[in-house]
């Protein structure tokens, strides 16, 4: 569909709905093919999200061979009610059409916790104990059966098993490791021994369970939101990817942001606030638990970076490449040996920064030579 006919589209959509006449103000991009714009008319205001059913979206869990799927906003609908059961704060939905790929949800306006620590100077450790708690919060109303079965029944929620990370890191095989390593005989050994690595390490992830989880909890998707009582909430948004997941995935996404360091000392207190929370938690099978998803997270940014900088021309992110592999590094050699050793035998120190695609021409040449 062309862009005029995509807009016909939007004022049909936005007309039915009590917004005619109301120009979309487009906020920023982000790294998918979502478009938002905010609506106000003067005396209120509130989001349009836009992901026509033909744009390209990338399979986020895992399920299929091929991670290049349809797009849909039916995932908004069905993870709006759960995380409202759970008794989190998320944007209400006003109107959907699923078929057209649009949805109007609440604004909560501008103040992410990213705007609050960066410009209001907000308390860096009261805002992510925030955080962390309403991972708690959520955790121990999953962690009770009859919630977590219902929630997953009614949400059609996908089950993470090991496969499904596998098939989340195949682009990091095909799609960054082709950006690092020119040599195509080299770089076919390094996906073998990836892949043996993994078997070895996958399965620690699970250690302590499942829960819930967001899937892209961080503080650029965490906000402050007045409340009726002249107060605020922690409200939280882009959510529509949740699945049912090992427990410290969430929790490894927050506090190893890779665009948000918060320092060991910070990170380990909250570690610990939430291992408190949980009285039958082995803290020891948490921390490799942890350590195991932190992996599965950078090798999938990894991989995601490459295909936007490949397939759809972003190269900003970039700048996070060379503090993936340190969160994966660090205490690897005490925690995840084999990963350790995989990095140090085919990722070189000046492959652990942001590579060239030309390079990753050249090398995709030779590959088809």
């Given at each position: 569909m062309n862009a005029a006919a995509r807009q016909d589209v939007i004022d049909l959509f936005l007309g039915k709905n009590g917004w005619r006449d109301v120009v979309p103000v487009p906020l920023v991009d982000d790294a998918s093919a979502r478009k938002y714009y905010r609506l106000d008319d003067g005396r209120r205001t509130a989001l349009l999200m836009d992901f026509p059913i033909d744009a390209i979206s990338v399979d986020p869990h895992g399920i299929h061979e091929n991670p290049e799927r349809p797009a849909s906003v039916a995932p908004v609908m069905t993870t709006t009610d759960l995380f409202m059961q759970a008794g989190w704060r998320v944007p209400a939905i006003y109107a959907s059409d699923v078929s057209q790929g649009l949805v109007l949800i609440e604004d909560f306006g501008d103040l992410t916790f990213t705007r609050a620590l960066d410009q209001n100077g907000a308390s860096k450790p009261a805002l992510y104990l925030r955080a962390v708690d309403q991972l708690i919060n959520l955790h121990r109303y999953c962690?009770?059966?009859?919630?977590?079965?219902?929630?997953?029944?009614?949400?059609d929620l996908v089950v993470y098993g090991p496969d499904n990370f596998r098939r989340m890191l195949k682009s990091f095989k095909d799609d960054y490791l082709p950006l690092i390593i020119a040599d195509p005989v080299r770089r076919n050994q390094a996906m073998i021994d990836f892949d043996v690595m993994l078997d070895g390490v996958?399965?620690?992830?699970?250690?302590?369970?499942?829960?819930?989880i967001h899937r892209d909890y961080h503080v650029d998707n965490l906000m402050l939101v007045e409340n009726d009582e002249g107060g605020e909430d922690c409200g939280i948004i882009d959510f529509q990817d949740a699945a049912i997941a090992p427990r410290p995935y969430d929790l490894v996404s927050?506090?190893?942001?890779?665009r948000h360091d918060i320092g060991s000392e910070l990170e380990a207190s909250l570690k610990d606030r939430y291992c408190a929370a949980f009285e039958n938690l082995d803290h020891s099978d948490f921390e490799t638990s942890y350590m195991a998803c932190n992996m599965v997270r950078n090798f999938r940014i990894l991989g995601r970076f490459g295909w936007l900088a490949i397939k759809a021309g972003k190269r900003r992110y970039f700048d996070?490449?060379?503090?993936?592999?340190?969160?994966?590094?660090?205490d690897a050699d005490r925690n995840l040996p084999e990963l350790a050793a995989w990095i140090a035998n085919y990722i070189p120190v000046e492959?652990?920064?942001?590579?060239?695609?030309?390079?990753?021409?050249?090398?995709?040449e030779q590959g088809a030579s």
């Open positions: 962690d009770t059966k009859t919630a977590r079965a219902r929630m997953q029944a009614e949400a996958l399965p620690s992830c699970w250690k302590t369970g499942t829960v819930i927050l506090l190893r942001d890779v996070f490449i060379p503090r993936c592999w340190e969160l994966m590094l660090r492959a652990r920064m942001a590579p060239s695609l030309s390079g990753a021409r050249q090398s995709s």
